[in-house]
């Protein structure tokens, strides 16, 4: 994977530093491009915050919406409106109150064939490369603005799982998951590390004790999902103090 091997980890004091910090990331990147900026958002129950927040001010007004693109880094074969919808939440948080509907791309998991997550892979590559105008991805040329992660307690992001061969995939932007290593024990659908890596920044938010553990792990360097991710720009981590492992030294 081209790009850079080091990260920026940022401590923050909790998650509301954390939300608040990660819309400043975020308005700075729209701000960056004049143009017409992609945004790649995450699922699980860290993003909520920030999501909500975009959705009130300072921040509201400060987002160019009209020109700004949502997308998902994985999907969970769930119907549309259950809460465990990534795209959904971030639907319920912020973008339907926000966004125009044509800049909202979700994955086409709750119309897609759960049996064949390949299926609904290929469509959602087929979205993104005609998004990006391109089937092939030029390292000058992010496909994404931001790309926004999070880490589970197994050390995967996105829906890339510690020991899948997915982690290796080079050609394809986005997999079929079978089986996921964690609940909701549903197939899925994720961006490889490669689509992940094209951004001009990754941004990462892990909060809370629960994921001290796995920090620790990652930190110490252990070969994980989440270790694996980065992008072709500026890594970033935010993390806040229940989580930043005791003995952190800064990296
Ligand atoms: C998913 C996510 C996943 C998530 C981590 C962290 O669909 O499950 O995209 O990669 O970011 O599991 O989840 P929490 O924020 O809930 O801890």
């Known amino acids: 994977m081209a790009g850079h091997d080091n990260r920026q980890v940022i401590a923050v004091a909790d998650p509301a530093a954390m939300a608040a910090t990660a819309a400043e990331h975020l308005l700075a990147r729209t701000a960056a491009n004049g143009g017409r900026v992609a945004i790649c958002l995450t699922g699980g129950s860290s993003p909520k915050q920030l999501y909500q927040l975009l959705a009130t001010e300072p921040y509201c007004s400060r987002i160019p919406w009209q020109r700004v693109h949502w997308f998902i880094g994985d999907e969970r074969f769930v119907p549309a409106d259950d809460p465990l919808n990534n795209m959904g939440m971030a639907r319920a948080a912020f973008l339907d109150q926000c966004a125009p509907a044509a800049n909202i791309h979700p994955i086409p998991t709750a119309t897609a064939d759960p049996t064949d997550p390949d299926r609904g892979a290929a469509l959602y590559e087929q979205e993104l490369q005609s998004f990006y105008g391109a089937n092939t991805l030029d390292p000058t040329l992010p496909l994404f603005d931001l790309v926004l992660m999070g880490v589970g307690p197994d050390g995967h992001t996105a829906s890339l799982?510690?020991?899948?061969?997915?982690?290796?995939?080079?050609?394809?932007?986005?997999?079929?998951?079978?089986?996921?290593?964690v609940a909701p024990?549903?197939?899925?659908?994720?961006?490889?590390?490669?689509?992940?890596?094209?951004?001009?920044?990754?941004?990462?938010?892990?909060?809370?004790?629960?994921?001290?553990?796995?920090?620790?792990?990652?930190?110490?360097?252990?070969?994980?999902?989440?270790?694996?991710?980065?992008?072709?720009?500026?890594?970033?981590?935010?993390?806040?103090?229940?989580?930043?492992?005791?003995?952190?030294?800064?990296?």
């Open 161 to 181: 799982f510690p020991g899948d061969p997915a982690l290796d995939e080079q050609a394809r932007w986005v997999v079929g998951v079978p089986r996921a290593n």
């Open 185 to 251: 024990f549903v197939p899925r659908v994720t961006l490889t590390l490669t689509a992940l890596a094209s951004c001009h920044e990754m941004l990462f938010e892990v909060s809370g004790r629960d994921k001290r553990a796995i920090l620790t792990r990652l930190f110490a360097g252990e070969n994980l999902p989440a270790n694996r991710a980065r992008s072709s720009g500026e890594t970033v981590w935010l993390v806040d103090r229940e989580a930043l492992p005791e003995d952190f030294g800064g990296q």
